[in-house]
DNA sequence: GGAAAGCGTAACCTACTGGTTACGCGTCAG
DNA sequence: CTGACGCGTAACCAGTAGGTTACGCTTTCC
């Protein structure tokens, strides 16, 4: 399911359906691309969960379902404001690696380099 | 950054994270596949910013980095708990276009079909 | 100083993804 | 009934993603 959210054109999709419900048609011809290509895109959509669809006529209703939504919003909650646990035990481990290397080596300095900021 | 959480193995990676700080080496030895394989999951988790990276002598610590996650916590927040107003138009949407049908076609009952429930 | 440890990168191959055009099927309009 | 509309599917093709093995660089240990 994660993975249907990956592609740029499924999240532009999600991002329209939140207004409203939109037919294929609807979607469709606010993209470059071609119909079908926008038709499997709703597939992918439809199949993750994430989008529900109604047959109305010839025409098909494409709309947000909130319970796939909920899931992702699951998934992802425990990562935002990690709960400080994690830091004392990072801090905790970096000293005991310290101490047993500068147990031989008595001149290095503790260096580290912070990258990807 | 939405396309780095699309891989199950960069998702368990996280999860892994979210205990404690790893070294390359101590999440490669947790997955079946080699080792360069991780190594560029690593790469394209870097690159997505949603984890930082300490170098600390020769080996490579990895952390989460909050950051990220808030963005995509916020790209989410939208989605979860439609406000209502949605189903409303919807609604309102749906009656405009069977009204308009239903001006010719007097004896066609409304049927419309659910489907990926 | 030299061997080993720890990681990343390069080159390569296969499988999937996302785009296209051509087509078929059901529904509405006249 | 027949033509147009709306939409999905099939077949095909190029680009990317993710796996592998081989290799190189920096840091540690003795």
Redesign the interface.
Known sequence: M??A??DPVR?EI?VML????LSAGEIAERFDISRPAVSRHLRVL??S?L???????RRRLY??D?GA??E??EW?A?????SGW?RR??AL??EI?RTR?EHRARGAAGQ??????
């Open positions: 994660a993975g959210i990956a999240r999600l939140r207004d409203r419900r439809r199949n969960g989008v529900r669809d109604e047959l109305v006529g709309a947000l909130a939504f909920a992702l919003a992802l425990p990562f935002v404001q990690p994690e035990l990072d481990e970096t690696y290397r580290a380099k912070e990258n990807t900021a």
